[in-house]
């Protein structure tokens, strides 16, 4: 018998969720995002569910050179840029554009003897302060890039730090745009601005390319739901109940006995653990769904086994279904009692489960 976790993972939900990129921002080309695997998803399968995208963004060099290898024959983009001079060779060969971002890069690039001219995108440092050049150092970082003679196209990309929240105190939008737009004014070629929340939340900033990657997983920057977005999560991990333990008054559960009983009650064994990419800081009360019924986490989470409390599930036994997230369980709301974001729990998801692909 295998272990009843599984990940189950929906192409339709992802080709939904990208018509939803198409529609919200109807004029701009679309990156789809699939570094870290896709979210956790699948690059391959990102690569099927994206087929219309207009091109794929990533962080990691060898998948991107493995992209072109099995096919992709649109543009690849890296995110964060190369890291050594000798990685230009192969980018260029396999026609992968990149970031440019700091002089040590720019300095590389004008050394480097490249079998294809590059298409390069200079990276901003509109407010972030994490990758790219100031507003004021943008122009002279332009012209000592065009005059790179392998440098064939320069497009212009910033990052927001604050797009989920449209009146952040610091750092707004508004702000990183106006330092964009100024520093780009007349300058020839194409913008590429916005991520998930960006889109969703500000979709009348004008660029030539957006950058989705949350939102084509279903996860959602920001309060909101999915469906409040029409999204619909692609992940849903799911277990079963493997043992009952009925508990008395006083008796505690777990590692550590960090819940005990106020009452004599019954207490479910999760096939799921820290192990498969559940947040071991989880905290007792974080929702579980058994059986369809909403109910709560107890006591600590273990490397392969979690424990929930059956007093709301009437007729609970071994087998009883178990959702940890997915479409009926927003996986922000169990990122949110863990103390961080879904875009974390997809990223963490371990190769353990098995991965039961709907397409
Ligand atoms: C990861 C990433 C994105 C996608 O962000 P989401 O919030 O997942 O939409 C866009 N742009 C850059 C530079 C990124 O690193």
Request: charged share 20%; proline share 6%.
């Amino acid at each position: 018998m295998t272990r009843p976790l599984t990940a189950t993972i929906d192409l339709n939900a992802m080709r939904h969720n990208f018509s939803v990129v198409r529609s919200s921002v109807p004029n701009a080309k679309a990156w789809a995002v699939v570094k870290a695997d896709a979210y956790g998803h699948g690059l391959e399968r990102a690569v099927r569910a994206f087929a219309d995208a207009d091109g794929l963004a990533l962080i990691e060099i060898d998948h991107a050179i493995n992209l072109r290898k099995t096919g992709w024959q649109k543009p690849i983009l890296l995110l964060e840029g190369f890291f050594k001079a000798d990685e230009l060779p192969e980018l260029a060969e396999n026609e992968i554009s990149f970031a440019v971002a700091c002089d040590e890069q720019m300095a590389m690039l004008e050394k480097a003897v490249l079998p294809k001219p590059v298409n390069v995108h200079l990276k901003m440092n509109s407010g972030m302060n994490r990758l790219g050049y100031l507003p004021s150092a943008y122009r002279t970082a332009y012209e000592r890039l065009s005059r790179i003679p392998s440098v064939k196209s320069i497009s212009y990309m910033t990052h927001f730090a604050n797009s989920e929240d449209p009146s952040h105190p610091k750092v707004p939008v508004s702000e990183q745009l106006r330092r964009f737009d100024g520093a780009t004014a007349g300058l020839p070629g194409e913008r590429n601005l916005s991520n998930s929340a960006a889109i969703l939340l500000h979709p009348y900033i004008r660029t030539d390319w957006v950058r989705p990657g949350i939102m084509l997983y279903g996860g959602t920057p920001g309060g909101k739901s999915a469906e409040e977005y029409g999204l619909i999560a692609a992940m849903s991990l799911d277990s079963e109940i493997i043992q009952i333990q009925n508990i008395r008054k006083g008796d505690s559960v777990g590692y550590g006995s960090l819940f005990t009983a106020e009452a004599d009650m019954t207490i479910g064994v999760v096939a799921c653990g820290y192990a498969d990419g559940y947040p071991r800081v989880a905290p007792e009360g974080t929702p579980v769904i058994v059986d369809g019924v909403r109910t709560r986490l107890v006591g600590r989470v273990s490397m392969d086994m979690l424990t929930v409390d059956l007093t709301p599930v009437k007729g609970a036994h071994v087998g009883s279904k178990v959702n940890l997230w997915g479409k009926e369980l927003p996986i922000e709301e169990v990122a949110v009692a863990a103390g961080t974001v879904g875009y974390e729990l997809m990223c963490a998801l371990s190769s353990r489960p098995q991965v039961i692909e709907l397409d």
